[in-house]
């Protein structure tokens, strides 16, 4: 891992190999001498290779977007209200770009998480909670707002009584933010983008994807969130979206199956090269711009056990499938495989997740004729 300033060094020579320390020195208001120190440190990393300083940089995916802690109160009796209700709690890590980094990372891939936290306890649970499968070195740290947060009230059938969600934080997402990492974007294997950012961001990011030909993948958040998507969405690899969400940013109502599908076409018109829109335990349809167009049965499951989390695993599998040169129906078939057992999970992410499990279960599905 590198400290703050190796990392600062790094990117402006990833950016510019043929600045001298002098110059690295003056751009970063730091000494000629404590440059030329880092910079040996970097070599000795083997982050660089000689001179000119050429970067060892090996592709990471780029997860961009929301990382929270989620509390949940699940109440012993009926609600009271102004006054003191007795409770059982429980804590665990969240938010959508997160979560699909921890799939990711689980599966064996170098993801690394680009978002924003607070200077608090709360930021430190999430890192520690993640950093097994999920680089932290580009999350940055804002004083003055407190890490994203959600907290909701269940009672005692599990069903939500209130949620308060803190994500304020996210608005620090600028667009400014995002470009100075524009460097290490410059060289993804891939970007994941939820829209928690807002909408200057995701331009940004769209822009960045197109300009240096990189596959980019969306994942709306919720339908509220739909006005953070641009209209012009030429740059787009995959967009992974919900009915609710679709009709949403269209302004369109489904009420029949042809109408479903219409929206797929509508987001083709937009400038996304594939689409898949989800709709629960219904069919789902993909579509892409070579004229494919399939539905897909997602798996039935016999007894949910948490729901929670189940759109980001589906994401991060159809993300792995394309990132391990999978076809659009393969990657689909992982997606549908991740959630079917994430929602017999009472984790957000299942622990058990592995490259293996999920080529197994894949193939288990696909043998028992569910998917």
Request: charged share 20%; aromatic share 6%.
């Amino acid at each position: 891992m590198l400290n703050q300033n190796e990392q600062r060094v790094l990117e402006l020579l990833e950016a510019n190999p043929f600045l001298s320390q002098q110059e690295v020195a003056d751009r970063l208001a730091m000494n000629r001498s404590t440059v030329a120190t880092i910079i040996s440190t970097l070599m000795a990393k083997k982050q660089l290779l000689g001179r000119a300083y050429i970067v060892n940089r090996q592709q990471d995916v780029y997860c961009i977007g929301a990382m929270n802690v989620d509390r949940k109160f699940t109440l012993q009796q009926p609600l009271v209200p102004k006054t003191s209700n007795p409770v059982s709690s429980s804590m665990s890590v969240g938010g959508v770009a997160r979560n699909i980094a921890e799939n990711l990372g689980r599966l064996g891939q170098r993801v690394s998480l680009l978002s924003v936290a607070g200077r608090d306890q709360d930021y430190e649970w999430v890192k520690q909670q993640s950093e097994p499968h999920i680089n932290f070195q580009h999350v940055t740290q804002l004083t003055g707002y407190a890490t994203s947060a959600y907290s909701a009230i269940l009672d005692e059938s599990g069903e939500m009584q209130l949620a308060l969600a803190d994500m304020a934080i996210c608005d620090q997402m600028t667009a400014d933010w995002l470009t100075s990492h524009r460097p290490l974007l410059a060289q993804a294997k891939m970007i994941v983008l939820d829209l928690n950012a807002p909408l200057a961001t995701v331009e940004a990011v769209i822009e960045i994807a197109r300009h240096y030909q990189l596959d980019l993948v969306v994942i709306p958040v919720s339908s509220p969130k739909m006005n953070h998507l641009p209209r012009n969405l030429a740059g787009v690899t995959w967009l992974i979206v919900n009915q609710d969400e679709s009709e949403t940013f269209f302004d369109r109502r489904v009420r029949t199956n042809e109408d479903f599908e219409a929206l797929a076409e509508l987001w083709l018109e937009a400038g996304v090269a594939n689409v898949v829109i989800t709709r629960g335990k219904k069919t789902s349809y993909y579509a892409n711009q070579a004229g494919v167009r399939t539905h897909y049965q997602p798996p039935v499951v016999s007894e949910v056990v948490d729901v929670t989390g189940a759109g980001d695993s589906f994401a991060a599998g159809l993300v792995y499938g394309q990132l391990s040169g999978r076809t659009p129906a393969e990657s689909i078939g992982l997606a549908m495989t991740n959630a079917y057992y994430t929602i017999q999970s009472s984790q957000t992410v299942r622990p058990e997740l592995n490259e293996a499990t999920l080529l197994n279960d894949y193939q288990y599905l696909q043998k028992e004729g569910v998917i």
